[in-house]
């Protein structure tokens, strides 16, 4: 009997551009063998053949496995980047170039001399961990300036119970952003960016551009907010001490603007300089609390107790306890709004994602342990100074209870127990001191003042430190993507850290320009709904992309739920427009005209956003929902399947078609 392979007749399918050369030996009968030029192949019963001898099914196939390089924007050093044939490629048979495709891309300016060959890679940048890099700077940004010189005062006005329903308030719609934002973090592979990229890779670059803004720009105002509170504070031991350069409110711009300037070198100097400043700024504010707490438990002294002092007692508290509205901006959600942004730093850690050594570890412990432990330190705060200190006192050494029947009597508030008398400055509202007239009234209290004031610049400036480097990160991740026009400018990189200078200068900019308000309680809301934006972006990503049940949403961090991100983006929503609502519409308004310009340009990015996921979940819904419609002669659609060519070679069957729906 003839072999089949005897006569066989040789077809070159090289031009199919199949990683390996195939040649069909085809001969009469069905039986057929294929031949593959490899070093070993498999037999027709599934089993490995020698060298040279493999055979095959016809439709058995042998690839390579799937290379991480083609499904990310990833490059490695040495070598360019791996492209994948598009199907256009691969069913195209070009007679003129039977070669396989190169497996390296090649572009004329990542084609390497010789001389460059043997070059060392380039210097690997700074990494942190979770302490340094994520822990630390965030309580240093959560500690700020609302900690030292407001929160006595928001004490004094909303009483302890309702002071701690405001922080409390503050640190539920923080945590459960916390929660989404370590769900989304450990999702998937975290770049430089932080929170705009993690929106942006989440809800797909219409919402994310635009939250990457907002982020940056909230980012600048803070820096402005604690560089104005750190020269308040330089202010008040200036006049204490009978120094002034022009008046109070210029002398706040002035240093404030001298502040954010040297603040600017140290950024530039690098995230190492940085990262070791905010371990200084971390250990000045630890024994700040400290000297604090020493002197609550101190007897208070004369002079102390003129200043409304008295030390631990049940009265005091009790009397602090409940709410004493003053002034215009007298109300719970006036002090929520300027208590607020002292809860915002979470996201300082995830901002600098890109310089973290293993950001899928270090942002979800590192924030929820500095929201847990920042929470602790605002509420035992808030409780000891209101147990200590009364609301109103004349600071005047002469005001003591005389033992008389009238003075007694006409004695007003609980320092009359003490023997004290402030019912004069109380009646013509003239008080100086005390928790609702002084706001160094934690200076006061403490064992010793000066480390109080290093406290206070060390939480103001680390805190307006963080944020002058997170605002450029976001902003040149922002600009690196090209989703809008004239700021791809701004996201050039600089050294082995790229570093952002040029977005260091705009954000430096702007800081200046809020520093010259010089007045912390306007500063402090209109950065609130700014933040409690991207909070509720961040919350609704993490909801969306639980609830489209994405195959690309497989987060290691487990202790999340969509429901609880869903309350937490409304929550943030609501709270905007009841904290001040002509800010939410500004902030809202921004980002549909974002939107909207993205929407309209369609940018030439896929990111794999959950939108895209729910597209496709909603279409197959109303196909599925289609086999319960009934059919109606009005409504009726046939479906044709075609299995065919080109329309052109087969033009009986387009007649068909066109037959169907064409008009009697």
């Not at 490629?89 to 300016?109: A, I, M």
């Not at 700077?137 to 010189?149: A, D, K, P």
């Not at 250990?283 to 000297?291: E, L, P, W």
């Not at 029947?405 to 609980?414: E, N």
């Amino acid at each position: 009997m003839e072999d089949p392979l005897h006569n066989k007749e040789v077809i070159n399918l090289s031009s199919f551009r199949s990683q390996y050369a195939v040649s069909l030996a085809l001969s009469g009968g069905d039986n057929r063998r294929y031949a593959i030029e490899e070093n070993g192949g498999y037999d027709l019963n599934g089993g490995v053949t020698p060298h040279g001898s493999a055979v095959l099914s016809g439709y058995d196939t042998l690839d390579s496995p799937p290379s991480y390089d083609f499904y990310a924007n990833t490059e490695v050093y040495g070598r360019t980047k791996k492209i994948r044939p598009s199907l256009f490629q691969l069913h195209t048979n070009h007679e003129d170039d039977s070669s396989p495709p190169p497996l390296y891309e090649e572009t004329s300016g990542n084609k390497e001399r010789p001389d460059e060959e043997l070059a060392e890679p380039p210097p690997e940048p700074a990494r942190f961990g979770w302490v340094q890099g994520v822990m630390v700077r965030c309580m240093l940004n959560i500690w700020g300036v609302i900690l030292y010189l407001r929160l006595p005062w928001i004490t004094s006005q909303a009483g302890i119970g309702l002071t701690w329903i405001i922080i409390l308030l503050s640190s539920c719609i923080t945590g459960i952003t916390g929660l989404s934002t370590s769900a989304i973090a450990t999702n998937g592979k975290v770049k430089g960016g932080g929170t705009y990229f993690l929106i942006s890779r989440s809800l797909g670059p219409e919402l994310g551009g635009s939250i990457g803004l907002i982020f940056a720009f909230a980012n600048a105002v803070a820096v402005a907010m604690h560089t104005v509170g750190f020269a308040e504070t330089v202010q008040a031991l200036m006049q204490e001490s009978g120094t002034s350069m022009v008046d109070p409110l210029n002398d706040i711009r002035i240093i404030g603007v001298i502040t954010v300037t040297c603040l600017l070198a140290i950024s530039l100097a690098g995230m190492e300089w940085e990262s070791k400043a905010q371990v200084l700024f971390f250990f000045v504010i630890m024994v700040s609390f400290v000297n604090y707490i020493v002197g609550t438990i101190i007897p208070a002294t004369p002079q102390k107790q003129a200043k409304g002092f008295f030390s631990y007692r049940a009265d005091i508290f009790a009397e602090n306890f409940v709410p004493s509205w003053r002034g215009p901006g007298g109300s719970f959600f006036g002090m929520f709004s300027i208590f607020f942004p002292s809860a915002t730093g979470i996201l300082a850690g995830a901002n600098i994602s890109g310089d973290l050594r293993d950001p899928n570890v270090a942002i979800p412990r590192g924030t929820m342990l500095a929201i847990f432990w920042t929470t602790i330190s605002y509420l035992i705060i808030s409780a000891t100074i209101g147990s200590c200190v009364v609301r109103d006192a004349s600071g005047n050494l002469n005001d003591t209870l005389l033992i008389t029947g009238s003075d007694v009597a006409d004695c007003l508030g609980t320092p009359c127990k003490y023997g004290w008398n402030f019912s004069d400055c109380i009646a013509n509202k003239t008080c100086t001191y005390g928790l609702s007239n002084n706001y160094q009234t934690m200076s006061m209290v403490s064992g010793f003042a000066p480390l109080i004031a290093a406290g206070i610049f060390g939480a103001t400036l680390s805190s307006a430190l963080a944020c002058l480097v997170s605002a450029p990160k976001v902003f040149q991740c922002l600009c690196k993507d090209k989703l809008y026009p004239v700021i791809g400018f701004f996201g050039k990189g600089y050294g082995k850290n790229d570093e952002p200078y040029r977005s260091y200068l705009l954000t430096y900019i702007i800081a200046v320009c809020f520093i010259l308000i010089a007045e912390l309680n306007t500063i402090a809301p209109i950065i609130s709904n700014f933040f409690l934006c991207s909070y509720a972006l961040i919350n609704f990503s993490c909801f969306h992309a639980s609830i489209t049940n994405s195959p690309g949403w497989r987060p290691s961090f487990r202790f999340y739920s969509k429901w609880a991100s869903l309350v937490g983006a409304v929550v943030s929503v609501v709270i905007m427009f009841l904290l001040t609502w002509w800010a939410a519409l500004i902030a809202i308004g921004i980002v549909l005209v974002l939107l909207g310009y993205v929407l309209y340009k369609k940018p030439s990015v896929n990111w794999g956003s959950s939108v895209q996921a729910g597209s496709y979940n909603m279409a197959l819904s109303y196909c599925v929902g289609l086999n319960h419609v009934d059919e109606h002669i009005k409504n009726y659609r046939p479906q044709c399947l075609v299995l065919t060519g080109p329309p052109s070679f087969r033009p009986a069957l387009s007649g068909l078609c066109r037959n169907l729906h064409q008009e009697p």
